[in-house]
C-alpha cells in the first residue's frame, strides 16, 4: 500500500480517482444520512479515522514491488461503522499521511483510497457471513485477516495494471507482486486478525450500546 | 488567501506535469528545484519522509529493469536479464517518484496543516467530507494522547509478561483508546457546539507560511520553465 506520488501515469490515476470518488459519494451520503439521525456517529467515524491514520502509519518497504506493509486498520472500521462510511474515512486517513509525512500522495490518492476501503469492504463481507454461523469472534477474526491481504491484493492489481510493467503476462506480474508482498503482510494479517477480533469482542462486551448504535444492522443499500 | 489557491494550482499542474510527461529529465529538474526551494524557504521538514519514497522508487527501477523488455539483454545477473528498454523504464518511473514526491512534500511542507484547512473551508469541497477532516484532525491527538497513558499503564503492570499476555492485553488495551477516545470526543464536541463550532474565523489571520508563499512559488515556476525547456530540447 502507499503507493507513492508519481507511480501512475496520468489516465490510471484519473480512472482511479473516478472509482475513488463514486465509493467516497456512496460513504459521504450514508455519512450525511446517519449523523442526521444520530449525531455521535460523526464523533465515531473521526475516532474509527484517527485510528486507521495511526494503524496505517508505519510503511515496510518491500522490495522489487515498488510499495509498502503495514496493517490496514480498515477492516475494523468496516465491522464498526458499516462498508459506506470506509471510503470517507480511509480518504481523509491518506490526505493526512500524506499532507503530515509524505506518505502515498495526491496523484495516487484515489488508487490508495480504493485499496484501503476495498480492504474494508471485503472484511466487512466476509464479517457479516461468518457471523451468522460462527459468531463474532471467529467473524472478526477472518474479516481481519482477509481484509488486511485484501487491501494487498488490490494494490498488486494496481500495480499489474500498470502499462509495461513487464514483458511476462498478466497473471504472472499479478502473483508475483502479491507473492512479493506476503512474507511481510501474511503475519501482519495474521496479527490484524486476532487485533480485530479482540478490539470487537472488548466493545461487544464492555460497550453493547455503543456496539448496538453503529454495528447493528449495517447493509450494502 | 488568493496566493493559497494559485500556489495550489500551480502545484496541481506541476504534479499533473510529471505523471503525463514521458521523459525522465523533466520529473528530476521538477524535483531539483523544489528540493532547492525547500532549503530556499527554510521549510521544516524531516528528511527520513523522503526514505520510504525513495526506497519504493528505487526498488521500481530495479523490478523495471530485471523485467521490462525483449530486446538482447545488456546484462545477466544469474538468470535475471537486464535489458536496455527496462533501464530506461525504470528511470522513467524513479524520476516520476522522486519528482512527485518532492514537490507534494515541498508543498505540504509550505502549508503544513493550517494552511491545507485554510485551503480547504475555501474549495468546494463536500461540507461533511470537512467537518471528517476537522475532526479527524483533532482525534489524531487524542488518541494519540491516549495511546501514549494507556501504554505506559500497560509497561508498568506488564514489563516481564510473555508474549501471548502482552498480546491480548495489548488489544483490550486498544478497545479502552478507542471508547475513551470516542467518550472525550463526545464531550468535546457539545463543548465546541455550546461555544457556536468552529467558525471560519478560527483560521483566520496571517501565518508564517505566507510569506513564503510568494518565494516558493518562483522556485516551483522556475523549475517548471527549466523543465519545460529540457522537454524541448
Redesign the interface.
Known amino acids: 500500500m502507499?503507493?507513492?506520488?508519481?507511480?501512475?501515469?496520468?489516465f490510471q490515476?484519473a480512472a482511479y480517482t473516478g472509482l475513488a470518488a463514486t465509493g467516497?459519494w456512496w460513504g459521504?451520503k450514508d455519512?450525511?444520512q446517519r449523523?442526521r439521525e444520530k449525531?455521535?456517529t460523526?464523533?465515531?467515524?473521526?475516532?474509527?479515522?484517527?485510528?486507521v491514520?495511526?494503524v496505517s502509519l508505519i510503511?515496510i518497504?518491500?522490495?522489487?514491488?515498488?510499495?509498502?506493509a503495514h496493517p490496514g486498520g480498515t477492516p475494523l472500521a468496516a465491522i464498526i461503522l458499516g462498508p459506506k462510511l470506509v471510503f470517507?474515512?480511509s480518504?481523509?486517513?491518506l490526505?493526512?499521511q500524506?499532507?503530515?509525512?509524505?506518505?502515498g500522495?495526491?496523484?495516487t490518492l484515489g488508487a490508495n483510497t480504493l485499496s484501503m476501503a476495498g480492504g474494508g469492504l471485503i472484511a466487512w463481507l466476509v464479517y457479516r457471513q461468518l457471523n451468522k454461523f460462527f459468531g463474532y469472534r471467529v467473524g472478526a477474526a477472518t474479516a481481519g485477516f482477509i481484509g488486511s491481504l485484501s487491501i494487498y491484493l488490490i494494490t498488486a492489481l494496481e500495480l499489474s495494471l500498470l502499462p509495461?510493467?513487464?514483458?511476462?503476462s498478466f497473471l504472472l506480474?499479478f502473483a508475483g507482486i502479491f507473492a512479493a508482498f506476503l512474507p511481510l503482510q501474511l503475519p501482519l494479517a495474521l496479527?490484524e486478525g486476532?487485533?480485530t477480533?479482540?478490539?470487537v469482542g472488548?466493545?461487544k462486551r464492555?460497550?453493547p450500546e455503543?456496539w448496538e448504535t453503529f454495528a447493528h444492522e449495517q447493509t450494502l443499500r | 488567501m488568493n496566493k493559497l489557491y494559485a500556489e495550489l494550482g500551480l502545484t496541481i499542474i506541476i504534479l499533473t506535469a510529471v505523471i503525463t510527461t514521458p521523459s525522465p529529465y523533466f520529473s528530476l529538474t521538477i524535483g531539483a528545484f523544489c528540493l532547492c526551494g525547500q532549503f530556499a524557504c527554510r521549510n521544516r521538514i524531516h528528511w527520513w519522509v523522503f526514505i520510504p519514497a525513495l526506497s519504493v522508487a528505487a526498488a521500481s527501477f530495479a523490478a523495471s529493469a530485471l523485467t521490462v523488455g525483449n530486446d538482447p539483454a545488456l546484462w545477466l545477473f544469474g538468470h535475471l536479464p537486464l535489458y536496455r528498454e527496462g533501464l530506461w523504464h525504470g528511470f522513467t518511473t524513479f524520476a516520476r517518484i522522486t519528482g512527485g514526491v518532492i514537490t507534494l512534500i515541498f508543498f505540504s511542507g509550505l502549508l503544513g496543516l493550517e494552511g491545507m484547512t485554510r485551503l480547504a473551508l475555501g474549495l468546494p469541497i463536500p461540507k461533511e467530507l470537512l467537518e471528517l477532516y476537522l475532526t479527524t484532525y483533532r482525534f489524531i491527538t487524542l488518541l494519540q494522547e491516549e495511546l501514549r497513558r494507556v501504554r505506559r499503564a500497560q509497561r508498568l503492570r506488564l514489563g516481564y509478561a510473555n508474549w501471548q499476555k502482552s498480546l491480548a492485553s495489548a488489544a483490550s488495551l486498544a478497545g479502552i483508546i478507542l471508547l475513551r477516545a470516542y467518550d472525550r470526543g463526545l464531550i468535546q464536541e457539545k463543548a465546541r457546539r455550546l461555544k457556536g463550532g468552529l467558525s471560519p474565523a478560527a483560521v483566520s489571520g496571517v501565518y508564517a507560511y505566507e510569506y513564503r508563499i510568494g518565494q516558493a512559488m518562483v522556485w516551483q515556476a522556475t523549475g517548471l520553465l527549466v523543465a519545460s525547456t529540457t522537454l524541448l530540447l
Open positions: 502507499h503507493l507513492p506520488e508519481g507511480t501512475f501515469p496520468a490515476a467516497i459521504l455519512y450525511r449523523v449525531r455521535e460523526g464523533t465515531m467515524v473521526a475516532v474509527m479515522t484517527a485510528m491514520f495511526l510503511p518497504p518491500i522490495p522489487l514491488v515498488g510499495s509498502s470517507p474515512s480518504l481523509v486517513a490526505i493526512f500524506a499532507i503530515l509525512f509524505g506518505e500522495g495526491f496523484t509495461a510493467t513487464s514483458s511476462a506480474v496479527l486476532a487485533f477480533a479482540a478490539v472488548f466493545i464492555r460497550r455503543i
